[in-house]
């Protein structure tokens, strides 16, 4: 038992143990490919990039900048570089999303404002 304690400690210091752990380490560590998110971004990127161009454009380029890196990063194996890129790409076309809903929002607005004002003039005009 003393001799095999031994021998194991032994096997422990040696640099054989080093490379093992490693090569183990190494090994959990690889990233799998991020093939969802990277399906997840594009498809939020396709979807505010309809009406939302216009409207929001800054946060549509962003979107689409990062989403072309990430797949960039993609394509040469760099799995974790990618998969923060297309979050961040999701998030920009959510964002641009957001912003076109509210420009359209603050647009209709400014329509019921305006014929509201068309109507009390209306009724100021009226005879009494």
Do not use: H
Request: charged share 25%; proline share 4%.
């Amino acid at each position: 038992m003393n001799r095999a304690a031994a021998n194991l400690r032994s096997w422990l210091r040696s640099p054989a143990w080093a490379a093992a752990a490693v090569v183990l380490v190494s090994a959990c560590a690889s990233t799998e490919p991020p093939k969802e998110q990277m399906a997840v971004a594009k498809a939020a990127v396709e979807r505010a990039s309809g009406t939302n161009a216009a409207e929001a454009p800054v946060e549509l380029a962003s979107a689409r900048d990062k989403m072309a890196r990430a797949q960039i990063a993609y394509a040469n194996k760099d799995y974790a570089f990618a998969k923060q890129l297309a979050e961040q790409a999701e998030a920009e076309a959510n964002l641009a999303e957001a912003q076109a809903r509210s420009v359209r929002a603050n647009r209709a607005l400014a329509e019921v404002r305006e014929s509201i004002r068309a109507l009390r003039a209306e009724i100021a005009r009226a005879p009494s």
